[in-house]
């Protein structure tokens, strides 16, 4: 096999390129930042509605959102590990990135499970929110995901400064600005590079 | 330095990623002196906590503030490692903002702490939550199993701390200290002084 050579240039075009291959990776899978987005969206506002408009008193039942959104992730995922290619060292970091994400979220849960879920939860989750996408953003260099991230930590610092009930509206504003918002981004932006 | 004009070979090329890579390691985590000195504090402070709690005898100040002597020697690593280097890795970016953004969450939880009058046992549980996240991707990036094992090892003990004492509570927090940096940091150094030697 001949080998081909490269410039020092070269080189670092490579590593630009691990970047951008990841970002389409990343934009490939956007399906799952949106599906949990859009899940945790809905349910921080469906409780808002159901427990400060209708004054419904289960109103945390919204949450059973999380089952679908649990089995159509796990379905996505085996579908998507049949045909897994080869990732880049970029695309791992990334891999390790949102899988200790997931374990914190779960342990955070585990957590607030026994602090009562009535009391100051969403700023909790608001800080994970932020601190996830903007290492993404850094690692990706795509600044709608750092600006996501950063949006999310003054939301997570003003949510503590209202009651439970409106903690639920800086948790839907925080996910918007740091998963919908920057996944769509990403998704638009792979598409014009292909176009 | 590698001139323009230079060509590199496919494998050539691959070897100075990978060179970077290790130039990163060495200088973020291959040393090891950053994580044994946030190793040492950590564990000093919650045995000192644990020591007031089991004894009921209090020191009369807060002993985590000691943590805050951690930003010195830190502070003094950095800067003496900027002046080695001529170029600055993606990774060792990535790496600054991971822990940044750590001590950004620390910060704010401590504010959260303190706003909410969070009880002790849920604050050490959400601490050590946050002690394994940036552990845990730093092990991962680097390809480094006594991080990532640390970094599995506070989650196990973050939820395990919600059903124990607040003197318990202390005894496992110094554990995350050891596991997730004191021992990393130890291999570490172990190893950034054997290459010296060679």
Known sequence: MEQENFSPHESLQLIQSMIAKTRRDMSDNSIYFLLWGWITFAGCTGQFVLKNILHYEKHYLVWLLVIPGVIISMYLGMKEGKKREATTYIGDSMKYLWMGMGISYFVLSAILSTMGWDTNVFPFFILLYGLGTFISGKLLQFKPLVFGGLCAWAMAIASAFFNYDYQMLFAAAAILASYIIPAYMLRSKDKSAIK | ?198
């Open chain 2, 1 to 198: 330095m590698i001139e323009e004009g230079n060509k590199m070979t496919e494998q050539e090329s691959l070897k100075l990623i990978n060179e970077m890579i290790g130039k990163a390691k060495r200088s973020y985590i291959t040393t090891g002196a950053a994580s044994i000195v946030w190793g040492i504090l950590i564990v000093v402070c919650s045995l000192l906590t644990w020591y007031q709690v089991y004894t009921q005898h209090a020191f009369g100040f807060d002993v985590w503030l000691l943590v805050f002597l951690a930003v010195i020697p830190q502070i003094y690593f950095s800067i003496a490692e900027k002046k080695k280097k001529n170029f600055v890795s993606h990774d060792e970016h990535t790496m600054t903002y991971l822990w940044s953004t750590f001590a950004i969450c620390i910060f704010i939880l401590s504010f959260y702490n303190s706003k909410f009058e969070t009880d002790s046992s849920h604050s050490t549980a959400l601490f050590m939550l946050l002690y394994g996240i940036p552990t845990f991707i730093t092990g991962g990036i680097f390809k480094f199993k006594p991080m990532i094992f640390g970094g599995i090892i506070c989650w196990v003990l973050s939820v395990a701390s919600m059903y124990t004492d607040i003197a318990t509570d202390m005894l496992f927090m110094a554990a995350c200290g050891l596991f997730a940096w004191f021992i990393p940091g130890i291999i570490l150094w172990k190893k950034y002084k054997k290459q010296q030697l060679c």
